[in-house]
């Protein structure tokens, strides 16, 4: 069973809305392959070790959250971006690339996969954010001790967080979180009373910043909280199309 490619993209284009969001790069068909899909494989990067997966698994279109042709890097297709579209291109496979769709997509999204691991209540988007979803915030169950919230990230995304904060007593309840490289977004977050920020990255001013604002902030790895989002997209597919599709996750400890 097959789709043709266009109707592919339409469908995934239909759902995630990719026009409607200000980017970094190009969204939906990145490099041209068969015309007819009938096995993609979904990953966090298109790095060429994800595409040497799917040559070995015989796949003629590849779904990821992070493609190529990003804003500010050189327009020049040399070296290692080259050696990625050669293999492409001699396998015939085509690259769809799906960034901040992805991430703030309200059920198959990055954000809301991770606030659903995470067993969140009443999960919302930042009100005075854009694109709406980029950040999302919550509350846990009850009131959890943060070593005992730390272990609970480090079991379900299989990667030890790194921990900053002025108070390590400060129980936490109502959390807010960005996936990937979102550690900018902790001074809008504290502005809505969390009392912890999840995100994937730290940078030098985040540890200031949670110390400061009295929150927890959790770096929880860049592909470790952004694994679910094209995982979840990738099962969605398979359910309504005539397509196999298969995730590969690539070890990364981002």
Wanted: hydrophobic letters at 40%.
């Amino acid at each position: 069973m097959f789709v043709k490619r266009h109707e592919f993209i339409t469908l995934i284009d239909d759902l995630l809305l990719p026009n409607t969001v200000n980017d970094y790069c190009p969204n939906g068909l990145q490099v041209e392959g068969s015309d007819e899909i009938n096995k993609v494989i979904t990953g966090v990067t298109a790095s060429q070790a994800l595409i040497d997966e799917a040559i070995k698994r015989k796949a003629n279109c590849i779904l990821v959250h992070h493609g190529y042709f990003w804003k500010g890097e050189s327009q020049t297709i040399t070296g290692l971006k080259m050696r990625r579209i050669k293999s492409l291109l001699m396998h015939d496979i085509n690259l769809l690339a799906y960034h901040l769709p992805i991430d703030i997509h309200p059920e198959l999204g990055n954000n809301a996969q991770l606030g659903n691991l995470l067993q969140v209540n009443n999960i919302q988007c930042h009100p005075n954010l854009k694109p709406s979803g980029i950040v999302m915030w919550g509350e846990l169950g009850g009131e959890v001790e943060a070593i005992n919230f730390k272990q609970q990230l480090a079991s379900i995304l299989q990667r030890e967080p790194v921990h900053v904060s002025a108070n390590s007593d400060k129980t936490i309840k109502k959390i807010a979180w960005c996936t990937g490289g979102g550690q900018g977004y902790i001074d809008a977050c504290a502005e809505l009373g969390v009392d912890a920020f999840i995100s994937g990255e730290i940078s030098e001013q985040t540890t200031h910043s949670a110390r400061e604002l009295d929150i927890h902030y959790f770096a929880a790895g860049h592909h470790a909280t952004e694994r679910y989002g094209v995982k979840a997209l990738g099962e969605y597919l398979s359910r309504v199309s005539n397509v196999e599709v298969e995730f590969v996750d690539i070890p990364n400890p981002a």
